[in-house]
Each structure stands twice: as structure tokens, then as C-alpha cells.
Nanobody, 115 residues
Framework: QGQLVESGGGLVQPGGSLRLSCAAS????????MAWYRQAPGKERELVATITSGSITNYADSVKGRFTISRDNAKNTVYLQMNSLKPEDTAVYYCKGRSAIRELWGQGTLVTVSS
């Protein structure tokens, strides 16, 4: 049936780094375009970064140069390396997988950037 499970969130000080992971199971992971979204309190969910099955990446302007999305098809996992974190990066981060015929979401992981 397919499942995505995020991990790696937590509390970090401004300027710090975190790496989020999203482990997929039950899907043909290498065929999926994977993405990270985030939703801050009181705001709509927004796209952060995407990576296609061919590893082409795209980023929201707000995270360009600070965040890096990558994938390891052997481990069925997509990552989001987040550097130079700012308080405005505080949000629940969600992983999404999309193929030609279906779409999956993870349950989210909370990232809090605060001193």
C-alpha cells in the first residue's frame, strides 16, 4: 500500500543545521518524484524542494543556497539537508512521493528553530 516515514526533526538554534530523512516502503521508489513541503503555524503548506526520478532538483526561493534535497534509491530514502536555519524555517516538514498513478504523504516531522 505504500508508506512514507519522516525523521530527523527537532529543536535547533538559528544558524544551525538539521538533516531530515524520509524512508519509503511498499512503492517503486526510484520511479517517484519526491518532495519536501512545510507548514508553519497559521500558514498554508508550501513546497520546499523537489527531486525527480532522474535527480533533477528544484527549490523554493526562500531556501535556495541553504537547503539540499537528495535521494538514495538503494535505501528508498530522500533527504533534506538544512543549513543556516532561521526562525522562519520553523514548521512541520512533510515528505511527498508522486508517480504517474498515485501520491503519498508522510505524517510530518517538526522542526523548531529557536534560541
Amino acid at each position: 500500500q505504500g508508506q512514507l516515514v519522516e525523521s530527523g526533526g527537532g529543536l535547533v538554534q538559528p544558524g544551525g543545521s538539521l538533516r531530515l530523512s524520509c524512508a519509503a516502503s511498499g512503492i517503486a521508489f526510484s520511479l517517484y518524484t519526491m518532495a519536501w513541503y512545510r507548514q508553519a503555524p497559521g500558514k498554508e503548506r508550501e513546497l520546499v524542494a523537489t527531486i525527480t526520478s532522474g535527480s533533477i532538483t528544484n527549490y523554493a526561493d526562500s531556501v535556495k543556497g541553504r537547503f539540499t534535497i537528495s535521494r538514495d534509491n538503494a535505501k528508498n530514502t530522500v533527504y533534506l539537508q538544512m543549513n543556516s536555519l532561521k526562525p522562519e524555517d520553523t514548521a512541520v516538514y512533510y515528505c511527498k512521493g508522486r508517480s504517474a498513478i498515485r501520491e503519498l504523504w508522510g505524517q510530518g516531522t517538526l522542526v523548531t528553530v529557536s534560541s
